[in-house]
C-alpha cells in the first residue's frame, strides 16, 4: 500500500510561480511513473506531468514549458515547479503514483488558485 501526502499549494497571481510537493510511504518501484494530476470544476482529471527511470518525463499538452517536475528516489518525493501560471491553471493537483493494470494511488489533492 502506498500513501500520498501533498503540499505547497494555494493562491497565487497570474504570471506568478509555485511550488508542489508530495511524499509517499510504502514499497515504491522506481520505473513506476509518479506525478501530477489536476482536475478543475466541471472537468476530467488530467494529466500534469509525471516521472519515472524507464519513461523519463511526460508533460501535458498545456504545460508548454512552463511547469518542471522531478522526483527523488530515495526520498520518495515529487514535486512541481509551477512558473507563469494562468487563471486556467486553477484546480485541485493530485499527487499519484501508477502501478499496472491500472492501479492508481492518489493523494488528496491540493487546490492552486490563479488570480488575475
Known amino acids: 500500500q502506498v500513501q500520498l501526502v501533498e503540499s505547497g499549494g494555494g493562491l497565487v497571481q497570474a504570471g506568478g510561480s509555485l511550488r508542489l510537493s508530495c511524499i509517499a510511504s510504502?514499497?515504491?518501484?522506481?520505473?513506476?511513473?509518479m506525478g501530477w494530476y489536476r482536475q478543475a470544476p466541471g472537468k476530467q482529471r488530467e494529466l500534469v506531468a509525471t516521472?519515472?527511470?524507464?519513461?523519463?518525463?511526460k508533460y501535458g499538452d498545456f504545460v508548454r514549458g512552463r511547469f518542471a517536475i522531478s522526483r527523488d528516489y530515495d526520498k520518495k518525493t515529487v514535486s512541481l515547479q509551477m512558473n507563469r501560471v494562468t487563471p486556467d491553471d486553477t484546480a485541485v493537483y493530485y499527487c499519484?503514483?501508477?502501478?499496472?493494470?491500472?492501479?492508481?494511488?492518489w493523494g488528496q489533492g491540493t487546490q492552486v488558485t490563479v488570480s488575475s
Open positions: 499519484n503514483y501508477k502501478l499496472p493494470l491500472d492501479v492508481n494511488y
Open positions: 516521472v519515472s527511470t524507464i519513461d523519463g518525463t
Open positions: 510504502g514499497r515504491m518501484f522506481d520505473f513506476r511513473p
